[in-house]
């Protein structure tokens, strides 16, 4: 797991705490690049480190990130960084993603929405992405099998038919993320790729 330390300057991505490794983030930032100018959706922001890779990748190819977590004290994150980290409550880790988006200057390809990833709040905002050219989502927010199939379910008819789904924490027991993805994916046309380290990525079309 990476460190959860929070320096006071974020110079890139990797500067931000958070547990998504070099590596994996590389392999999100290659998908960004490869759906540029296409939106990519996260689930999962907390301090911004794979949000703020993903936009430092699509930036200079005109592509948005769109960055969806509820900072909920009773979150899957929350309980983690607690154990490493007493400090790093969920209104630091939002903080942290404010700050870091500032220093690294990608707020004009990121937008952070702070709701739930389902229901009244974030159906109001998901409407505005129908019909528009959602290339990659990345899920790394709670882990639950039934949270990531019902994400899944909600998400996946926005992508366009050229697309990527990435999911973090993939095959970590005792979380059921690569069943849901398994159950859900191969139906509307993806097929799985290989793993990232903790990352696993399916695809739909030619990438």
């Not at 930032?29 to 890779?53: D, M, N, Y």
Request: hydrophobic content about 45%; some cysteine; aromatic content about 8%.
């Amino acid at each position: 797991m990476t460190d959860l330390t929070h320096p006071a300057t974020y110079t890139t991505w990797t500067d931000v705490p958070g547990w998504m490794n070099e590596r994996e983030g590389a392999k999100l930032a290659r998908l960004a690049k490869a759906v540029a100018p296409g939106i990519v959706v996260e689930v999962g922001t907390w301090c911004g480190r794979s949000a703020c890779a993903l936009a430092l990748a699509v930036r200079p190819l005109g592509g948005k990130v769109i960055s969806i977590d509820s900072y909920k004290d009773e979150s899957q994150a929350a309980a983690e960084a607690i154990r490493t980290d007493p400090t790093l409550t969920p209104r630091t880790a939002k903080a942290i993603a404010l700050e870091a988006a500032d220093q690294l200057d990608v707020y004009d390809v990121l937008d952070y929405w702070h709701c739930d990833s389902l229901g009244r709040g974030a159906d109001y905002r998901l409407h505005i992405l129908h019909n528009k050219k959602v290339g990659l989502l990345h899920l790394d927010g709670h882990h639950e099998h039934d949270q990531v199939m019902s994400e899944l379910v909600a998400y996946t008819p926005l992508l366009a038919p050229v697309a990527a789904v990435a999911l973090h924490d993939y095959t970590f027991e005792p979380y059921g993320i690569q069943e849901a993805a398994e159950a859900v994916l191969p139906s509307i046309g993806f097929s799985f790729l290989h793993p990232i380290d903790g990352l696993g990525v399916w695809v739909r079309g030619a990438q």
